[in-house]
């Protein structure tokens, strides 16, 4: 097993790791479960490339999870990072980087009056639901099911990520009191959602969405369905939360909320903020934020948080974010639509690609745009798996999990999707071949 496997190096070393950390990885969806074989080990990352342990070259296409908007360790970014490092590393303290920061998201995102920053999405999903309760003074959440809202005890139900991919349906350690107060629909049903919130309108703090599902799926709302849920929430005093931390700064108008122009009351960021580095952020409008401490009761804080180098990496990849990168992320988007979906129905492969800016999912066909987590068919993994590990031998990564995106940097080109479409024909050859 171990001399025919075409990543030695990596095999090896998975099996290390696996003696001192669980299942060898520190997130589930690193350990290629799902798909066939064992995980990659990257040596080194530039750009749209990456290279593994073994010294084989990949095309990126998960760029990290979806941080990486400019691809793998952009120059400025880089040096925002050396400078700012000879300065300290981390002050516990506040300083002049995180108002700039903060500047930087305010610009994108103008419902947000202030913001606070945290070390990851998780933190900053978890903080802003006790932000709405303690505002509210209500328990209830309401959250869509395949929505993922990183591992927050009462959000990790019906989740996606990680959670579809080794299909639990939630986790065991979380008490039944923490789910409790939390209530789960299907997305893209006005119907239900009337029915909820004449149901539990009273008691809910907070309706939770990504107002663009991108962790089972790419699952697109459409706009009626989120003014719906904004109107609900008006009418029966809840607040709403954009979980934007995977689609945060992925648009030219700063996220889904202004692209929509449906305003949500709390957003959570992270990811693409960071540049790289640990960041998630949350912000609203004043009367709400003032809530927090140590201006209100609600209290929330952390040892890095605001994270000096954090900061400057965040704040030097959003400047590099001018119209010009939206616009070429759009045109890469539409040509590897365009030429993935041609070779897809030439071999009458079972997928489509669907895309919204550089953000695409592999999914399984469907008359209309799957909008909702219950309408993906359950058998697709299992083909997905197939055509991900043929393009991964042809030097091409996307996500080991037919329920992960893929994403597109400003440092893509053409001709990587031109190759790709190259790999991803002789791919379909050879699975037809065999089947
Ligand atoms: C990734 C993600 C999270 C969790 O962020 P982490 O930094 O992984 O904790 C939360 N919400 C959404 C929408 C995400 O995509």
Same mark, same amino acid.
């Given at each position: ?12 070393? *998975?099996?290390?790791?696996?003696? /001192? ?11 290629? +479960? ?35 908007? *400019? ?6 970014? #880089? ?26 998201? +305010? ?6 009056? %202030? ?27 309401? +959250? ?11 959000? #990790?139900? %019906? ?29 893209? !049903? ?29 699952? $697109? ?49 992270? %990811? ?21 401490? $140590? ?21 030097? =990849?959003? !400047? ?23 070779? &897809?129905? +030439? *071999?009458?492969?079972?997928?489509? &690609? ?22 993906? $068919? ?7 798996? !197939? #055509? ?10 996307? =996500? ?11 440092? /893509? ?11 991803? !024909? ?7 071949? %065999?089947?």
């Amino acid at each position: 097993m171990k001399e025919s496997h075409p990543r030695p190096r990596s095999f090896s070393l *998975h099996e290390k790791a696996c003696k /001192h950390l669980v299942g060898g990885v520190n997130s589930p969806v690193r350990a290629f +479960k799902s798909v066939h074989g064992s995980p990659v080990y990257f040596a080194q990352a530039k750009g749209a490339c990456v290279t593994d342990e073994d010294g084989n070259e990949y095309v990126d296409y998960i760029q990290s999870w979806g941080p990486m908007i *400019h691809g793998h360790a952009p120059e400025n970014v #880089l040096d925002a990072i050396r400078e700012t490092m000879e300065k300290g590393t981390s002050f516990g303290a506040p300083h002049v980087g995180e108002i700039e920061m903060a500047l930087r998201i +305010k610009a994108r995102f103008p419902n947000i009056d %202030k913001v606070r920053f945290v070390s990851s999405g998780t933190e900053a999903v978890m903080s802003a639901v006790r932000l709405a309760r303690g505002v509210t003074g209500r328990d209830g959440i309401l +959250k869509f099911e395949g929505c993922y809202h990183g591992h927050v005890d009462s959000l #990790l139900a %019906k989740a996606g990520s990680g959670i579809a991919t080794l299909g639990i349906a939630g986790s065991p350690g979380i008490p039944q009191g923490t789910v409790g107060d939390t209530l789960i629909l299907q997305l893209n !049903d006005e119907e239900m959602l009337e029915h909820a919130f004449s149901m539990h309108g009273k008691t809910l703090a907070c309706v939770i969405i990504e107002p663009l599902p991108a962790n089972n799926g790419l699952l $697109p709302q459409r706009p009626e369905f989120l003014q719906r849920i904004r109107d609900l929430c008006d009418e029966h005093q809840v607040l709403l939360i954009f979980d934007e931390v995977i689609t945060g700064f992925r648009f030219q108008q700063g996220g889904v909320s202004s692209v929509l122009d449906i305003q949500p009351d709390i957003t959570t960021l992270g %990811k693409a903020i960071g540049g790289g580095l640990p960041v998630g952020a949350y912000g609203a409008r004043d009367e709400i934020m003032s809530q927090l401490a $140590p201006e209100g009761p609600v209290y929330q804080a952390g040892t890095l948080s605001g994270n000096p180098l954090a900061m400057a990496a965040g704040s030097a =990849a959003i !400047d590099l974010l001018d119209n010009s990168c939206y616009d070429k992320l759009e045109a890469l988007g539409i040509y590897l639509e365009d030429s993935i979906n041609q070779i &897809l129905s +030439k *071999h009458n492969f079972p997928f489509n &690609l669907v895309r919204v800016g550089s953000m695409f999912w592999m999914s399984p066909p469907s008359d209309d745009l799957i909008r909702s987590a219950a309408d993906i $068919p359950s058998e697709s993994g299992s083909r997905y798996a !197939d #055509l991900h590990y043929g393009l991964l031998a042809r030097g091409h990564m996307l =996500a080991p999990s037919a329920y992960e995106i893929g994403f597109l940097s400003t440092a /893509h080109t053409r001709e990587n999707i031109d190759d790709l479409c190259r790999a991803l !024909d002789s791919t379909l050859i050879e699975i037809e071949v %065999k089947t």
